[in-house]
């Protein structure tokens, strides 16, 4: 086959395209990530959308990556990392006083991996987001 | 206890207003997963467990940290102010240890 450059371009660029889509679609959790997941949730349910995690795409040191993460309502959010040995993070909880549900630390992240943010509303229901983090020195020692 | 943590927050706010508050706490974090080089044993876990945040007694925010959490924990949230008075932050370690600190905040 006698591929022009352009017909090359068009095709590499369509590749890139389409293994960039599933990633937050149906995210291929280890059963211990699952585990942490279901017993934050109780089994429930858990929408996309209506939390935003904020971390860098590239952790040069993964010994402490900065987090970010908002969702308007919400009265907990746990943090899941899938590739960690132990994958729960921390969880934090919002009470009376606790304005528009947003918090921010630094964790450590073993190797490239996604972070998951699980939400409970104030209303019973549950949402979460996930972001792929690039860990170039991973950082549980 | 040894150095004092730190909590940074505007000194003066509106009512209802919502600001942010910046906190910093030194301490290893030690996340129990770690082996000594030398005798290859596993150094026990030593994090704080455990962080709180009152407003004048009400609650703000109650973190519960893991082995994940980095050293020296960094932790910002949001505060809505619904008065003057006292932020007061709490955090507990494995050993038992109880680190505190408060800031006050005006009403503008």
Request: hydrophobic letters at 45%.
């Amino acid at each position: 086959m006698n591929l022009s450059r352009r017909r090359a371009l068009a095709l590499g660029g369509a590749v890139v395209t389409v293994s960039l889509v599933p990633v937050n679609m149906a995210l291929a959790l280890t059963e211990e990530t699952q585990g942490v997941i279901d017993a934050f949730t109780g089994g429930a349910a858990v929408a996309e959308g209506g939390v935003t995690l904020t971390m860098p795409e590239l952790a040069e040191n993964g010994g402490a990556v900065p987090m970010t993460v908002a969702a308007p309502g919400a009265v907990s959010i746990v943090i899941v990392a899938d590739g960690n040995p132990r994958p729960e993070v921390i969880t934090f909880n919002f009470e009376e006083l606790s304005g528009n549900s947003e918090a921010s630390t630094r964790i450590r992240l073993a190797q490239t991996q996604s972070v998951i943010a699980v939400a409970e509303m104030a209303d019973g229901s549950f949402a979460s987001t996930s972001v792929e983090v690039s860990v170039t020195l991973g950082g549980c020692g | 206890m040894a150095i004092k943590p730190r909590i940074k927050l505007p000194k003066t706010a509106a009512i209802d207003e919502v600001v942010t508050v910046k906190t910093l706490l030194t301490h290893r974090m030690e996340s129990g997963r770690r082996r000594d080089p030398d005798t290859d044993e596993i150094i026990p876990r030593m994090i704080v467990h455990t962080f709180e945040a009152t407003f004048n007694g009400r609650p703000v925010v109650t973190f519960k940290p893991e082995g994940a959490v980095s050293e020296n924990p960094y932790f910002a949230f949001s505060l809505k102010v619904p008065e003057a008075g006292e932020l007061t932050c709490v955090w507990t370690d494995d050993e038992g240890e109880v680190f505190e600190g408060s800031k006050s905040i005006e009403i503008a």
